[in-house]
Structure formats: C-alpha cells, structure tokens
C-alpha cells in the first residue's frame, strides 16, 4: 500500500485519484502506525514550508517519515518536494526533513513571471527509475515561486525557467522527490506514478 501522507498541506484527493485511475492501492493516513506500515510513502504539499513544516512537527511526524524515507520509496510532491532538502529561506530560515542535501531559495527568473507557473519541459541529467518509461520530448505541470538548490548528482531532471531548476530529485536510494504536479500532468505524471508503483509491485 501506498501511504499519502495527510498531513493538512497538501492537495490530495487528486493525487489520490491518479493512483486509483492506475491501481495502485493506496490510503490518505496521518498516523505514525500507517506511515510505518505502508509499502512507500508520498509527502505531498502546497502553500509555505514553514508552515508545512509545523504541522509535520505538531502530529509528531518529522522522525518517522525520516526513519521510514531511509527504508522504502519515498516521493515528494510539490513542497514536498521541498520538504525533502536541509533548510528553506521561505518567510525566514526553517529547517527542513534533510533527506537530501541542499536548501530551498525564492526563484530568481530576470524578464520571467513568478509563480512559475504552467507546462515545462523535463531535460533528465541522471538516471532515475522514475524516468525509465519518459522519452525526450516530455511535458510536466509547475506551480511554484521557490526553487532547491543542490548538487547535480542528487538532479534526475531539470528544466529551463530563467536558469535550471531542479524538476526531479533523488538520493539514489530510495528518496524521490518531483517539483511539478505528476498528478496534474497528463499521460507523462501518470507514467512516472506508475514507475513509482512499480519500485513496490
């Protein structure tokens, strides 16, 4: 079973509808038993990382997702994403999960609109099992102002937006994490979903 991590942050009935669309059993949780429990995890998120990070700390959730990330896939979406690095600077300095190295800076996009926001090509830097089924011409959804920064080896894929922007992270282990929407982004989100599915099944 996958685990969608409810959490109060995140845009989740979406996310659960592309799962169940590809049958890939899941559940919304917020409790330390199920998260332990889960075959993988998904750690979606909208809004302010510090405030994302607070309800993460107020259901006593931090030390679990962090055990759990180190044992069986793990997927960030969106600020989840975010989540996943060592510290933002959204709305002051807040550490994060620290499951990858690197921090979270306000997008810095000269001529450009911020919110990035709409479709962007994925440009893949690094092997990843997520991106085994994506060819070269793929398209992804973004809706986002804060950008990781990080070392290209933990980059999959990037794309161009005033300067590259890390689309698709990982640890090399089992940490993933997606700055677009997969569950907002047509047939392309749907195969990385499944890839996701199949680290399990």
């Known amino acids: 079973m996958i685990a969608i991590i409810d959490y109060g942050a995140g845009n989740i009935f979406s996310l659960k509808n592309a799962l169940d669309f590809l049958e890939l059993p899941c559940e919304l949780v917020s409790d330390e038993k199920s998260i332990r429990s889960a075959d993988a995890l998904i750690l979606p998120g909208v809004g302010a990382f510090p405030a994302a990070m607070e309800m993460l700390r107020s259901r006593g959730l931090v030390d679990v997702i962090r055990d759990e990330a180190a044992?069986?896939?793990?997927?960030?979406?969106?600020?989840?994403?975010?989540?996943?690095f060592d510290k933002s600077y959204e709305f002051g300095?807040?550490?994060?999960?620290?499951?990858?190295?690197?921090?979270?800076?306000?997008?810095?996009?000269?001529?450009?609109?911020?919110?990035?926001?709409?479709?962007?090509?994925?440009?893949?830097?690094?092997?990843?099992?997520?991106?085994?089924?994506?060819?070269?011409?793929?398209?992804?959804?973004?809706?986002?102002?804060?950008?990781?920064?990080?070392?290209?080896?933990?980059?999959?894929?990037?794309c161009e937006y005033g300067g590259r922007v890390p689309a698709l992270v990982y640890d090399g282990k089992t940490v993933f994490g997606a700055q677009f929407h997969p569950e907002k982004s047509g047939e392309t989100g749907l195969k990385i979903l499944s890839s996701f599915g199949g680290l399990i099944w």
């Open 71 to 84: 044992k069986k896939p793990f997927l960030g979406i969106c600020l989840g994403m975010q989540l996943l």
């Open 93 to 158: 300095e807040c550490d994060g999960l620290g499951l990858i190295s690197g921090e979270v800076r306000k997008m810095d996009a000269p001529g450009l609109i911020i919110p990035h926001m709409g479709w962007n090509k994925l440009e893949k830097l690094n092997d990843c099992p997520l991106l085994e089924n994506i060819g070269m011409e793929e398209y992804v959804y973004f809706v986002h102002s804060y950008k990781a920064h990080c070392g290209d080896e933990n980059i999959a894929a990037f």
